[in-house]
C-alpha cells in the first residue's frame, strides 16, 4: 500500500454545480480505466467501499432495499434505501446517484449529490480524493482511504477545495459541518 505522503490530488476538474429550487446537486465526473463491471462492484460492495469511500455499508448496494451507511466521523449509522440498482450503469440510494457509461475499455463515472450548498466545494474537495483513492484501488496500486476528518487534515485538501469554489464562484465557510468535526 502507498503511503497517504506518496499521493498528490491534481488540480480541481470535473465537477459542475446545478441549482433546482433550493436543491444543490454537485455533479463530478471521473473517467477511469477500467470496465464498468469493475467501477460498479467497487461502488457497492462493503468490503471495497471501505477501501475508498466516505462511508462503510453494512451490506451491499448492489439490489434495492435497505442497508445501514456509516459515514467517516460519525458514530451513527444511517438506514439507507437503495431506490436503484442497475447493474452496471446507475445506482441511486439517499441524495446520491451514480452513473457508469462505458468508454473505450474504461468507464465514465458520474457522481449526482445533493450538497448543502455552503459546503459543496467541501464535498468536491473530498469526492475527487475519493475518486483517486477508488482509482488507485482498481489499479491494483491502492493508497488507504482519505475521508472526512482526515481527508480535511490533507494539504492537498485544502488546495482543492479552494480551487473548487472559485471554479463554482462561491464562498465557503471555515468551519466544516457538524459530522465531519467528530472525527
Not at 439490489?63 to 456509516?70: A, C, D, N, R, Y
Amino acid at each position: 500500500m502507498i503511503d497517504h505522503e506518496q499521493y498528490t490530488p491534481g488540480p480541481a476538474s470535473g465537477a459542475e454545480i446545478r441549482k433546482d429550487g433550493e436543491k444543490w446537486t454537485l455533479i463530478l465526473v471521473r473517467e477511469l480505466r477500467h470496465s464498468p463491471k469493475k467501477v460498479w462492484q467497487a461502488l457497492t460492495d462493503p468490503a471495497n467501499l471501505r477501501e475508498w469511500a466516505p462511508f462503510e455499508a453494512d451490506g451491499s448496494l448492489d439490489t434495492v432495499g435497505t442497508v445501514k451507511l456509516t459515514w467517516v466521523g460519525t458514530n451513527t449509522p444511517l438506514e439507507t434505501r437503495v431506490t436503484r440498482a442497475e447493474a452496471p450503469k446507475v445506482l441511486e440510494y439517499n441524495d446520491i446517484r451514480w452513473e457508469l457509461e462505458a468508454l473505450g475499455g474504461g468507464t465514465r463515472l458520474t457522481l449526482w449529490h445533493n450538497i448543502d450548498r455552503r459546503f459543496i466545494s467541501w464535498g468536491a474537495a473530498g469526492w475527487h480524493i475519493c475518486f483517486d483513492v477508488l482509482d488507485r484501488l482498481l489499479s491494483g496500486t491502492p493508497i488507504s482511504r482519505i475521508a472526512g476528518g482526515e481527508a480535511m487534515k490533507f494539504s492537498g485538501w485544502q488546495r482543492l477545495k479552494a480551487e473548487y469554489a472559485k471554479q463554482f464562484g462561491i464562498e465557503t465557510p471555515d468551519s466544516p459541518p457538524r459530522a465531519a468535526q467528530k472525527s
